[in-house]
Structures are given as C-alpha cells and as structure tokens.
C-alpha cells in the first residue's frame, strides 16, 4: 500500500499526499506481470511507452537491463520470470525518474535472477530509491544505505543500513510519524 501511494497509483483514504510536479516516478512491482501483453515483444512494450524514441532508443534501453536483441524480439510470454523482470525494470526507468520505487522486486526470481536485478539495480542510480521488501534482507544489504523498518503499520527503525545490521539502532514509536 505504501508503495502504491507515493507512486501515485493508489489515493489516500485520508489526507494528502504532496510532490512536486515535475517530480518523476518510476514504480516497479513483480505483480506487474499481468500488465504485460504476453503476444507482444519488449520493443512492442518499450516503443508504446517512448512513442517519440527512435528504434535505437527502444532497443537501447532494453539493452540497458540485459535484453539483447535474441530476447527483444521474443513475445513476452516466452521470456523467463527474470527477463520478464528486467523487461519490468526498463520500463520503470524509461524517463530516468528521480524516485525509483522496488515493490518486492525479488518475488519469484531464483538466485541467478534476483543476483542480476541486484547488479542492474547497483549500476542504476536515481536520486531516490524506495526499496520495499520483507523477505530477503541480504538483498537489502547490497543496495539499500538507509532503512526504515515498518512493522504492523509503526516505524520501528529509520537509519544507516550498518547500524541496523550491528543492532545500533533504538524503536521509534510514533516520533517519526508525527
């Protein structure tokens, strides 16, 4: 849900939400699989999302997450649940947001997957990354600097990533939501 509401896809039932205009948000949740045309290709996708780019731009882009030409050209159906990812990702950043936001971007993926979506992540840098996930905290290690710990709708944590990970860390309560 938090995830949902500062990307902009869901409205609060209850107060407001603030951001600037100008503000770009990519939003990127393994769920969103459905929303792919499973007949068309990642350059099907990615052309309706960049209808002014040129096909170098389209394909670039794709490139970009590890979609070569083979797997470009390939209807979506057929890619496996980590090119499907990736495919997900581009997407995502295709208009180079300034805010990132990863809903359980590991969900599904096996190792050799979840291990190259860390690597495109590390090499992807926006100005923000919102980074939603309560599986895998290893994951989170290798990409995240700060943590906010939400635990049954309280912050329980906010801070450096080290000092979490070396118990250096003390519960919030409400102090942060006020």
């Given amino acids: 849900t938090l995830a949902k509401l500062l990307a902009g896809?869901?409205?609060?039932?209850?107060?407001?939400?603030?951001?600037?205009p100008k503000l770009r948000v990519g939003y990127f949740a393994q769920h969103q699989t459905d929303e792919l045309v499973m007949t068309e290709t990642p350059v099907d996708h990615m052309a309706r999302a960049l209808p002014r780019a040129l096909p170098t731009g389209?394909?670039?882009?794709?490139?970009?997450?590890?979609?070569?030409?083979?797997?470009?050209?390939?209807?979506?159906?057929?890619?496996?649940?980590?090119?499907?990812?990736?495919?997900?990702?581009?997407?995502?950043?295709?208009?180079?947001?300034?805010?990132?936001?990863?809903?359980?971007?590991?969900?599904?993926?096996d190792v050799f997957s979840a291990d190259r979506m860390l690597?495109?992540?590390?090499?992807?840098?926006?100005?923000?990354?919102?980074?939603?996930?309560?599986?895998?905290l290893a994951h989170i290690e290798k990409v995240a600097?700060?943590?906010?710990?939400?635990?049954?709708?309280?912050?329980?944590?906010?801070?450096?990533?080290?000092?979490?990970?070396?118990g250096q860390h003390v519960y919030l309560g409400d102090a942060l939501l006020q």
């Fill in 58 to 109: 389209v394909r670039s882009q794709l490139a970009r997450f590890g979609l070569d030409a083979d797997r470009a050209d390939t209807a979506a159906g057929s890619l496996s649940g980590g090119e499907k990812a990736r495919l997900l990702l581009a997407l995502a950043t295709r208009d180079a947001p300034q805010l990132l936001i990863l809903d359980e971007p590991f969900n599904g993926l």
């Fill in 119 to 136: 690597g495109l992540l590390n090499s992807y840098r926006p100005q923000a990354l919102t980074f939603i996930s309560s599986h895998n």
């Fill in 9 to 20: 896809r869901l409205e609060p039932l209850a107060g407001d939400i603030r951001r600037s």
């Fill in 145 to 166: 600097t700060h943590l906010l710990v939400i635990d049954e709708g309280e912050a329980k944590y906010w801070g450096p990533m080290d000092d979490f990970l070396q």
